[in-house]
């Protein structure tokens, strides 16, 4: 089952430009997770955040999580036209047997424009 | 450099075929999983295994089975292939249980015709 829902499905903006994602979850979580996708390819981990933090940062990347509204966002500041991607959320269930399982949202497609 | 390597990036299959996707991964991962992903559903999770010889069911198991005979392998199969199991195929794998990043193959496309 999908967990919910990113927002926008998709997004356009120029070079420069700060790009804000959204993404919304139903079940209790241990950690959410942001990964990129270039086109046709596999997907690469940007960035973890715990259920026990509400704020992270790497590089241009910035990272919220608030629980008691299920939700998370992901800022990419400065964009460049590298950044064009789909970005996905993913979550990890609380209790103990989930073995690392993630679970995703259907995703956000990033088009920077140079 | 960490690396889950699929055996194929493109596979073009007869339906009724019996299909193997396999996927490696060199860092001594305990957990591998077996994703498809298709436009608008993003990605779901078919099957997963958190040690040899052990799997369980994800989200769409039906139409599917895998193989885990060594921690380093993990193989998808499609017992009888149907046009409806046309997608991305993507396996990865990751550490522990909770606060572990996952890494992906480069993905395999496979077409049932």
């Known amino acids: 089952s999908q967990q919910g829902e990113e927002d926008p499905q998709a997004l356009s903006i120029q070079e420069g430009e700060n790009a804000t994602m959204n993404c919304s979850y139903k079940t209790s979580i241990n950690n959410l997770q942001w990964y990129r996708q270039n086109s046709g390819r596999g ?23 608030d629980t008691s509204k299920k ?44 | 450099d960490v690396k889950v390597t699929q055996s194929s990036r493109y596979l073009v299959k007869r339906t009724g075929e019996k299909v193997f996707l396999e996927c490696v991964q060199d860092m001594d991962h305990e957990n591998m999983f077996w994703y498809r992903q298709d436009p608008g559903l993003g990605l779901r999770l078919i099957y997963f295994s958190y040690d040899v010889k052990m799997k369980e069911k994800g989200d769409i198991p039906e139409g599917y089975s895998v193989s885990r005979e060594k921690k380093e392998r993990f193989s998808l199969i499609l017992e009888s292939a149907s046009t409806n199991q046309t997608s991305m195929y993507l396996c990865a794998s990751s550490w522990g249980r909770l606060n572990t990043e996952a890494f992906f193959g480069q993905g395999t496309r496979l077409t049932v015709v």
């Not at chain 1, 997907?43 to 999580?65: M, Q």
């Not at chain 1, 400065?78 to 989930?98: E, H, I, K, Q």
């Open chain 1, 43 to 65: 997907l690469v981990h940007l960035i973890l955040i715990r259920s026990n933090e509400r704020e992270k940062h790497s590089g241009r990347l910035r990272v919220t999580l």
């Open chain 1, 71 to 114: 939700s998370s966002s992901l800022l990419i500041t400065a964009s460049r036209a590298a950044d064009t991607a789909s970005y996905f959320c993913a979550t990890v269930n609380a209790g103990g047997t989930s073995y690392g399982k993630l679970t995703f949202g259907q995703g956000t497609i990033l088009t920077v424009h140079p």
